[in-house]
């Protein structure tokens, strides 16, 4: 099945991400991959090591595996999807590893094609984010502590730890997962026939975590919680939405809506039906018997970290407000366990049906999912009481979805092979402007947030160009403001953003329209009006294939002049 499913992965990827867009993030963390890359064709093995350490707030593994990987494969586009490709393989196989551990091989076998089918493992794995790297690795710290039987077992409980320390280094939002699976350890630990042997592995896995998080977490981590905190509970999070809390119903509703965007109604329905059954279930096994003994047993079974990782981790998801690519992947394949072990103990005759049950879903969620140029890959959407539009089924992936984001077409190829062309052209004509008028050492703000055409999509281009990157600021309304004096300030004063700052900036790229604009959308006129007070003067222009037309401002600068 693992050998199977690599294979249709590997073909759609060839034949539908080749030369296609790139979403914003996936064009940002590719970069990340160059730059450690060319660092180390450079400096050698200290230049990848400070390029992979260098001051950031986007988690390293994933861009530092595919830089060593490019040695093998080349810097292609194509080929930079290995890691996340096999990520996805790693949770396939995972899943069947943890599953045998739970209820033996017939429900492995279940489990397995679930999450081989599962639609957020399938996008994510073809799409260059750090969704499915970030899943395989918290997946793997549950498998261990599984192994480690109450943390009985010494390499298995440093393996858990050194997992644990990965998670928050291969995606940061996961550390907010970090507490679940410590907590487990932790109850497993006290709860071992072996207390103060568990405990003091439980101590070596501790050291282990901290040590493996630390190589880039104490550098980093002040970036990496005010990023965190204003993107998830801070002021950079209202761009996500205003519905979030625990006891708010809305909050509920709308974290059930985003679940089924990412894997879609029939998987997302057996794991509703699946983890309320799960709960009852658990319920009738402390009321039939001896409570307390019960408890124990259920604390020692392998379900019981998955189970505390989907209560912690739902618990996290529901109380912040930012939604993101991939978020609920790390706890898919707990969940689908949980839900799954729900359904196959309440009854019997239930038990009987549930390969029939199985192989219905997988079947209606993988069709779509095998060539975009069938009729089964146009998006299939219903309404839902409560929840509101759902996706019943979706063949696109990551740059279908995204390049056709407010564009009134049911063709799940929105971007035809021409236009992606054409917006790697505006890419390679922005990036040969900044060289040509000497701002590589200077600072290049963005005015606007197109969706294709973008900071990291010009410093990709950049980075394929120099073989290093520069700076390229870009406004963000939410902190700098959306008016033209907002836009004044942010052009003039020294701001201390995430996205860096743009006082210093000598070329400034601004757009008319708001086409493919992130919301909230810049005002353009205002922009540009900013733009002439702040002392820019406009020098070029250049249509983009969406509609849009950039100018390209200069204003005179120390760092940009010719070296």
């Known amino acids: 099945m693992a050998v199977v499913w690599l294979a249709f992965n590997v073909r759609w990827i060839i034949g539908y991400r080749q030369g296609q867009v790139l979403e914003i993030d996936e064009a940002g963390y590719i970069g990340m991959a160059l730059n450690d890359h060319y660092a180390a064709v450079r400096d050698g093995v200290l230049g990848w090591i400070q390029a992979v350490e260098a001051p950031g707030i986007q988690a390293p593994v994933t861009p530092a595996l595919t830089s060593l990987q490019f040695f093998v494969t080349g810097t292609s586009v194509v080929a930079a999807f290995a890691v996340p490709l096999l990520a996805g393989l790693a949770i396939i196989l995972l899943t069947h590893a943890i599953a045998n551990r739970v209820a033996g091989r017939p429900f492995a076998w279940l ?212 939604t993101g690519n991939g978020f609920t992947l790390p706890l898919a394949p707990s969940m689908l366990l949980v839900a799954l072990w729900g359904l196959y103990r309440l009854h019997v005759r239930l038990r009987e049906a549930l390969p029939v049950v199985v192989a219905a879903i997988s079947v209606v969620a993988l069709v779509p999912q095998l060539d975009l140029s069938a009729p089964t890959a146009r998006l299939w959407e219903a309404e839902l009481p409560l929840v509101g539009r ?49 701002a590589i050492r200077g600072v290049t703000a963005f005015g606007f947030r197109d969706r294709i055409f973008n900071t990291n999509t010009v410093q990709l281009a950049v980075l394929r160009k120099l073989g290093y990157g520069v700076a390229v600021p870009q406004i963000r309304p939410v902190e700098a403001g959306n008016t033209q004096p907002d836009y004044e300030r942010w052009l003039t004063r020294y701001q201390d953003s995430i996205s860096g700052d743009a006082s210093t900036a000598c070329l400034l790229f601004t757009a008319t329209g708001l086409n493919n604009e992130f919301l909230p959308k810049v005002d353009p006129p205002a922009m540009a009006a900013a733009a002439a007070a702040s002392g820019f003067t406009p020098v070029a222009t250049r249509p983009l294939p969406n509609g849009r037309l950039v100018t390209l401002w200069h204003r005179p600068q120390p760092a940009c002049v010719p070296s």
């Open 111 to 322: 489990a397995t094609a679930l999450v081989a089918t599962m639609p957020g493992v399938i996008v994510e794995a073809r799409a260059y984010h750090f969704g499915a790297p970030a899943a395989a690795v918290t997946l793997a710290a549950v498998y261990f502590l599984i192994r480690s039987e109450g943390l009985t077992k010494t390499k298995s409980t440093i393996a858990f730890g050194v997992f644990v320390g990965l998670m928050p280094l291969t995606r940061t939002m996961i550390i907010a997962f970090v507490p679940a699976l410590v907590l487990a350890a932790f109850i497993q630990a006290v709860l071992s026939p072996d207390r103060k042997r568990s405990l003091i592995r439980f101590g070596i896995a501790a050291v282990a975590a901290a040590g493996v998080a630390a190589i880039w977490l104490i550098p980093n981590g002040a970036q990496v919680y005010r990023y965190l905190t204003g993107f998830g509970y801070g002021p950079q999070s209202a761009e996500y939405g205003t519905e979030a809390g625990i006891f708010n119903p809305a909050a509920w509703a709308y974290r059930l809506h985003l679940l089924t965007l990412e894997q879609y109604l029939p998987h997302v329905l057996f794991l509703c039906a699946g983890l309320v059954v799960a709960l009852f279930v658990a319920i009738r096994k402390l009321r039939g018997g001896q409570a307390k003994e019960t408890a124990k047993a259920m604390i020692a079974s392998p379900l019981f970290p998955p189970a505390v990782l989907v209560v912690e981790g739902v618990t996290a998801f529901v109380t912040s407000k930012t």
């Open 390 to 438: 759902v996706t019943v089924t979706d063949g696109r992936g990551v740059p279908q979805k995204y390049a056709g984001l407010g564009v009134e077409t049911d063709d799940p190829e929105p971007v035809s092979a021409e236009d992606a062309k054409q917006w790697i052209v505006v890419a390679d004509w922005a990036a040969q402007e900044i060289v040509d008028r000497h």
